[in-house]
């Protein structure tokens, strides 16, 4: 399991010629407008700092634009930045030399992209052991790691079909497959799910979370969608012009939106199915007991059905031992629901 989070430190990309000779304006002011209109270049990342939790998913979401795949290239080094830092493991890859960094790519990180980058001349089990085979990984053992994962992943009797054979949802589940079988610590993940059908997109990020629950991958996931960032993220950074304008948990994001810009953002989002209980409950427990009983983790979603299904207007809130910790009323889910929380 993956235990190593990824720290990304003072980060600026401006692309052009002379990118470096521009840092220290932008520290102190220029615009990505002004950059561009005066000098022509262009500010992609300005000063990014996340501390990338290890074994969670950390999502980068933003707009067309905003830089979160020129975020995620930094990771691997597919792109080089202008200054700054991205360590893990104590190391920073930015500074590593070319053998270095092949092993860091081949052996510590997997891609997962959004056009799926399959062989096409490839079929479904010769794709997936494909990272296998530049390893030097022996054929017998590599194609026993994909069968595992092929059919970890739902595609079990499609492993000699071609990817044009394939559905768009059935191409990224070979994909998924294929980052798995490296069994890299680290899984980047950029607008994988952005091109499928909603329920496919759906389906695909239950089988994500299913997996990192066994798992425990680092994961870094760039979406433009706020719904699965909120689903998916453990942790979330939203950019906007190459800068992080707020970072936290979803619940804090909801709660607490640092601007407009995230006040606009969040405005339509189901707040039932992000706030959890413990934000709300009260410390004191039903007196004379509760019919219901809900976990201090639920979200309020599933404590307000619950407590509608037995028709009570409280329930008693339990932590993960089992113990009775405090109450909810139906009432409160409801407004926190509808409204900001006060709490």
Same mark, same amino acid.
């Not at 893990?88 to 052996?107: A, I, P, Q, T």
């Given at each position: 399991?993956?235990?190593?989070?990824? *720290?990304?430190?003072?980060?600026?990309?401006?692309?052009?010629?002379? $990118?470096?000779?521009?840092?220290?304006?932008?520290?102190?002011?220029?615009?990505?407008?002004?950059?561009?209109? %005066?000098?022509?270049?262009?500010?992609?990342?300005?000063?990014?700092?996340?501390?990338?939790?290890?074994?969670?998913?950390?999502?980068?979401?933003?707009?067309? $634009?905003?830089? %979160?795949?020129?975020?995620?290239?930094?990771?691997?080094?597919?792109?080089?930045?202008?200054?700054?830092?991205?360590?893990?493991?104590?190391?920073?890859?930015?500074?590593?030399?070319?053998?270095?960094?092949?092993?860091?790519?081949?052996?510590?990180?997997?891609?997962?992209?959004? %056009?799926?980058?399959?062989?096409?001349?490839?079929?479904?089990?010769?794709?997936?052991?494909?990272?296998? *085979?530049?390893?030097?990984?022996?054929?017998?053992?590599?194609?026993?790691?994909?069968?595992?994962?092929?059919?970890?992943?739902?595609?079990?009797?499609?492993?000699?079909?071609?990817?044009?054979?394939?559905?768009?949802?059935?191409?990224?589940?070979?994909?998924?497959?294929?980052?798995?079988?490296?069994?890299?610590?680290?899984?980047?993940?950029?607008?994988?799910?952005?091109?499928?059908?909603?329920?496919?997109?759906?389906?695909?990020?239950?089988?994500?979370?299913?997996?990192?629950?066994?798992?425990?991958?680092?994961?870094?996931?760039?979406?433009?969608?706020?719904?699965?960032?909120?689903?998916?993220?453990?942790?979330?950074?939203?950019?906007?012009?190459? *800068?992080?304008?707020?970072?936290?948990?979803?619940?804090?994001?909801?709660?607490?939106?640092?601007?407009?810009?995230?006040?606009?953002?969040? %405005?339509?989002?189901?707040?039932?199915?992000?706030?959890?209980?413990?934000?709300?409950?009260?410390?004191?427990?039903?007196?004379?007991?509760?019919?219901?009983?809900?976990?201090?983790?639920?979200?309020?979603?599933?404590?307000?059905?619950?407590?509608?299904?037995?028709?009570?207007?409280?329930?008693?809130?339990?932590?993960?031992?089992?113990?009775?910790?405090?109450?909810?009323?139906?009432?409160?889910?409801?407004?926190?629901?509808?409204?900001?929380?006060?709490?």
């Amino acid at each position: 399991m993956a235990s190593h989070g990824i *720290e990304v430190k003072d980060l600026y990309k401006i692309f052009g010629p002379h $990118g470096s000779k521009y840092v220290e304006s932008v520290r102190n002011g220029m615009t990505k407008t002004e950059l561009n209109e %005066k000098h022509g270049h262009v500010l992609g990342l300005k000063d990014i700092n996340i501390s990338m939790p290890g074994g969670k998913i950390q999502v980068v979401m933003g707009l067309s $634009g905003s830089g %979160k795949s020129t975020l995620i290239r930094h990771i691997n080094r597919l792109i080089e930045p202008t200054t700054g830092s991205v360590e893990y493991e104590g190391n920073d890859v930015c500074k590593m030399s070319k053998s270095d960094l092949l092993e860091f790519r081949r052996h510590k990180t997997a891609m997962v992209f959004q %056009k799926f980058a399959l062989l096409p001349h490839r079929t479904v089990i010769d794709n997936t052991v494909y990272g296998l *085979e530049i390893q030097g990984i022996d054929k017998a053992e590599a194609r026993k790691q994909a069968v595992k994962w092929i059919d970890r992943v739902g595609l079990s009797g499609f492993e000699d079909h071609y990817p044009n054979q394939l559905s768009g949802g059935m191409q990224q589940r070979v994909g998924l497959a294929r980052a798995l079988t490296n069994d890299a610590d680290i899984l980047l993940m950029d607008e994988a799910f952005s091109a499928l059908d909603p329920l496919i997109r759906t389906d695909m990020q239950s089988v994500l979370l299913d997996i990192q629950e066994e798992l425990q991958k680092t994961i870094v996931f760039i979406t433009h969608d706020l719904d699965e960032a909120l689903r998916l993220g453990d942790r979330i950074a939203i950019l906007r012009d190459g *800068e992080v304008i707020q970072q936290g948990t979803g619940q804090e994001i909801v709660l607490n939106p640092a601007d407009a810009y995230i006040a606009d953002f969040i %405005k339509e989002v189901n707040r039932g199915r992000v706030i959890r209980v413990n934000t709300i409950m009260e410390s004191t427990p039903v007196e004379g007991g509760a019919k219901v009983e809900i976990h201090a983790g639920d979200r309020l979603e599933t404590a307000a059905q619950a407590m509608s299904s037995q028709e009570e207007a409280h329930a008693n809130v339990l932590d993960d031992s089992g113990t009775l910790i405090g109450s909810i009323s139906l009432k409160a889910a409801i407004n926190a629901m509808v409204t900001p929380a006060t709490h």
